[in-house]
């Protein structure tokens, strides 16, 4: 590598007084987003300290309202999900005008306006993976609804009163996944 190339360049005029280059970058006032092809995701949320708070039916049927409310407001589209004692699993495909990150906090900041819990509710941030297949599509709503399976909460999928499992079906694979 020559030099001036790569993470080792010289310091000169183009850089400030703490070696950063001004820069010929312009960045946009609203954020850019992926193309709606790009825009499913595999996402958990998991509550502070994993607090077991799920575990009380009234809790969790407000997650799973504060879920339906955002999707019935065209915030994103539901394919599947699974409240489980401590976490939640979605699939979810944002909306073209919403975010990723705003329609997480429409679900997790909802829930907790809504809950009015002085204890932190949620683990900061959230995990999330991006479905650019429909082998991979399939594979996360198998994962998300077999979920309660595995934990021995029950034994069959359908059994599992909040998941899409037991709801029946939801918002269908995006077309993009469909090819």
Not at 10 to 23: E, I, Q, R
Not at 79 to 84: E, G, L, T, W, Y
Not at 155 to 178: E, I, K, N, V
Request: glycine content about 6%; proline content about 7%; hydrophobic content about 40%.
């Amino acid at each position: 590598m020559a030099e001036g190339e790569g993470a080792f360049r010289p310091l000169d005029a183009s850089l400030n007084k703490n070696g950063f280059s001004h820069g010929p970058f312009v960045y946009p006032a609203e954020m850019r987003m992926a193309p709606q092809e790009t825009r499913t995701y595999f996402v958990t949320a998991v509550t502070s300290e994993r607090r077991s708070i799920f575990q009380v039916t009234a809790t969790t049927e407000l997650l799973r309202q504060t879920i339906f409310d955002y999707r019935s407001q065209g915030r994103f589209l539901l394919h599947a999900f699974v409240i489980m004692p401590d976490h939640f699993h979605g699939l979810i495909t944002p909306a073209p005008d919403v975010s990723l990150e705003k329609a997480m906090q429409f679900i997790k900041g909802g829930f907790s306006f809504r809950l009015k819990s002085k204890l932190n509710v949620w683990m900061r941030s959230f995990n999330e993976s991006q479905i650019m297949t429909k082998e991979k599509f399939t594979q996360c709503v198998l994962y998300i609804e077999e979920n309660p399976v595995r934990r021995g909460l029950v034994s069959t999928p359908q059994a599992y009163s909040f998941s899409s499992a037991a709801r029946g079906p939801f918002d269908p694979m995006p077309l993009h996944l469909q090819n």
